[in-house]
């Protein structure tokens, strides 16, 4: 099976064949340390730790050279917060053919142009529902001075995939997120796309985050979408979504996290019910601190099959790299950016070599 996930990557980029080769020998090498002699184990953990350690100075110093492009003002190395995550994906669905992916997402910081300009890699950011796609897209953010975040404005260009093929789009999103006296912290986002061929797209988006305790949070969405050319996302152009997201921190909450789920899609401006699924992700750490696991069991109830209960597994491997190269296993499990928190402060940590990098303190 290694040698399947490696014979795959290789049809990416170089750098991206390094990423995904370090991710697979972690996970392989934490699965067969209890059965290595401990000098051999220790030769390997320093081997994959310097691996590791090397691919996030090279992913900093591209960040960095991109950045000087702006400017030569000097700055200081927490000033670069480049992240990406690397994953490999799998996926069994009874209702449609396996799924295999390796990809990047995350972002490129560009700390000279004051933050206002990133360059975004992977999936989209205007929710956590299952509609967003984890195609290579890339683009460039403008994020214009005033924004905080609880008034959020931006604005996107460079290519995604749409209707089967890449194509150069635009896109506006602006996010409000209502500072009210109540457990219930409720927040609006509307984003205008336009493509050189799909043409028009809009999502508006209403959300409610609600912590129900120290270990539970609980988040309804409601989401519309509207197509002009693209059919092949939902008839007729207009699509409506509900998701019901439960997340849950288990007793040790830096080494595991679950989320259960219930999202129903409607079609046809939106007459007729088009899928229901039922869903848990549990996300794990393995024995090195940036890189987990993943897996996702669910039972669809598509439309096509006359709702019919379908099963379907996934199973994800990811690892960052680059500025706070510590995996937090509750990312997109328990959303704390709309939760009253203090700013996250910049903490340093020694590596596993002895050079430092920066961890942020987050406080709920």
């Given at each position: 099976?290694?040698?399947?996930?490696?014979?795959?990557?290789?049809?990416?980029?170089?750098?991206?064949f390094a990423a995904c080769l370090t991710l697979i020998m972690g996970i392989v090498l934490s699965s067969t340390g209890n059965r290595a002699h401990a000098d051999q184990s220790d030769v390997s953990f320093?081997?994959?730790?310097?691996?590791?350690?090397?691919?996030?100075?090279?992913?900093?110093?591209?960040?960095?050279?991109?950045?000087?492009?702006?400017?030569?003002?000097?700055?200081?190395?927490?000033?670069?917060?480049?992240?990406?995550?690397?994953?490999?994906?799998?996926?069994?669905?009874?209702?449609?053919?396996?799924?295999?992916?390796?990809?990047?997402?995350?972002?490129?910081?560009?700390?000279?142009?004051?933050?206002?300009?990133?360059?975004?890699?992977?999936?989209?950011?205007?929710?956590?529902?299952?509609?967003?796609?984890?195609?290579?897209?890339?683009?460039?953010?403008?994020?214009?001075?005033?924004?905080?975040?609880?008034?959020?404005?931006?604005?996107?260009?460079?290519?995604?995939?749409?209707?089967?093929?890449?194509?150069?789009?635009?896109?506006?999103?602006?996010?409000?997120?209502?500072?009210?006296?109540?457990?219930?912290?409720?927040?609006?986002?509307?984003?205008?796309?336009?493509?050189?061929?799909?043409?028009?797209?809009?999502?508006?988006?209403?959300?409610?985050?609600?912590?129900?305790?120290?270990?539970?949070?609980?988040?309804?969405?409601?989401?519309?979408?509207?197509?002009?050319?693209?059919?092949?996302?939902?008839?007729?152009?207009?699509?409506?979504?509900?998701?019901?997201?439960?997340?849950?921190?288990?007793?040790?909450?830096?080494?595991?996290?679950?989320?259960?789920?219930?999202?129903?899609?409607?079609?046809?401006?939106?007459?007729?019910?088009?899928?229901?699924?039922?869903?848990?992700?549990?996300?794990?750490?393995?024995?090195?601190?940036?890189?987990?696991?993943?897996?996702?069991?669910?039972?669809?109830?598509?439309?096509?099959?006359?709702?019919?209960?379908?099963?379907?597994?996934?199973?994800?491997?990811?690892?960052?790299?680059?500025?706070?190269?510590?995996?937090?296993?509750?990312?997109?499990?328990?959303?704390?950016?709309?939760?009253?928190?203090?700013?996250?402060?910049?903490?340093?940590?020694?590596?596993?070599n002895g050079a430092h990098r920066f961890t942020h303190i987050r406080q709920l």
């Amino acid at each position: 099976m290694v040698l399947s996930l490696v014979l795959n990557c290789t049809n990416r980029a170089v750098p991206i064949f390094a990423a995904c080769l370090t991710l697979i020998m972690g996970i392989v090498l934490s699965s067969t340390g209890n059965r290595a002699h401990a000098d051999q184990s220790d030769v390997s953990f320093n081997t994959i730790a310097a691996g590791h350690d090397k691919w996030s100075r090279i992913t900093l110093d591209t960040a960095d050279r991109i950045d000087r492009f702006f400017s030569n003002e000097i700055i200081d190395d927490e000033g670069q917060e480049t992240r990406l995550r690397v994953y490999v994906k799998m996926r069994a669905d009874g209702n449609d053919d396996e799924q295999f992916s390796v990809g990047i997402r995350g972002k490129l910081s560009l700390p000279r142009t004051e933050h206002r300009l990133q360059i975004i890699f992977g999936q989209d950011d205007d929710s956590t529902a299952s509609v967003n796609t984890e195609d290579q897209n890339i683009s460039l953010r403008i994020r214009p001075p005033g924004t905080d975040p609880m008034r959020q404005l931006r604005f996107d260009v460079g290519f995604r995939k749409r209707a089967g093929s890449y194509q150069l789009f635009g896109r506006a999103r602006h996010r409000l997120t209502f500072d009210r006296d109540s457990r219930w912290v409720p927040s609006v986002t509307n984003s205008i796309h336009y493509f050189t061929k799909a043409k028009t797209e809009y999502r508006g988006q209403i959300t409610f985050d609600w912590p129900l305790s120290t270990r539970f949070f609980f988040r309804p969405t409601t989401q519309i979408r509207w197509y002009q050319n693209n059919t092949d996302k939902c008839n007729d152009g207009i699509c409506i979504d509900q998701y019901f997201t439960l997340y849950e921190r288990l007793r040790q909450r830096t080494r595991h996290a679950i989320a259960y789920g219930a999202e129903f899609f409607y079609r046809n401006k939106p007459g007729e019910l088009n899928d229901v699924v039922l869903k848990a992700k549990y996300r794990r750490t393995t024995g090195r601190d940036w890189l987990f696991w993943e897996i996702e069991p669910a039972v669809r109830f598509p439309a096509v099959d006359d709702h019919d209960m379908t099963y379907r597994i996934t199973f994800k491997l990811e690892g960052v790299f680059g500025y706070n190269d510590t995996a937090d296993i509750n990312q997109g499990f328990i959303p704390t950016s709309t939760l009253r928190r203090r700013p996250a402060k910049p903490q340093i940590a020694a590596s596993a070599n002895g050079a430092h990098r920066f961890t942020h303190i987050r406080q709920l």
